[in-house]
């Protein structure tokens, strides 16, 4: 028992630990604020600190990280981020001529691969090589406007 008195920094250290290699088996960042509380709690101790002040460190900052912290870091963790998918990516993506675009006919090069193009609006016409922006994708046709510089 001396020893768990004398060293007991290592045994918050260990519950640290253990707390770790649980929350890598969970993902849920919860035994992660423990972890933390614990190591904060195996410092304190280093440092001298009585036993009853060690645990009520331990018990409050375990209850501050897990209502404050962690939420945050789980909704950033949790939530991806909002990208279009599919054809519908390509809207706003550089377009370049490579047949001429009329409301009739016409090929365009978006990301190295070529789509049948119409422009948006019906009276204008754009030659090979000029550089365009998707506007919308109309099932296996893009839609095209004439890039503003």
Request: proline share 5%; net charge negative; glycine share 10%.
């Amino acid at each position: 028992m001396d020893w768990f008195g004398d060293d007991i920094w290592l045994t918050w250290a260990a519950l640290g630990v253990l707390m770790g290699l649980i929350e890598l088996a969970s993902g849920e960042l919860i035994f992660l604020m423990f972890g933390i509380a614990a190591f904060s709690a195996a410092l304190a101790a280093g440092f001298g600190a009585p036993i009853v002040l060690q645990m009520a460190l331990f018990g409050i900052l375990s209850v501050a990280l897990l209502a404050l912290v962690r939420p945050r870091i789980a909704a950033r963790v949790h939530d991806g981020p909002s990208l279009p998918l599919g054809q519908h990516g390509l809207v706003g993506q550089l377009a370049i001529v490579d047949e001429r675009v009329s409301r009739h006919a016409g090929r365009v090069v978006i990301n190295d691969v070529l789509w049948t193009a119409r422009p948006i609006d019906p009276e204008a016409t754009y030659e090979p090589g000029d550089e365009l922006l998707v506007a919308d994708i109309d099932g296996a046709v893009a839609r095209v406007v004439r890039k503003e510089s």
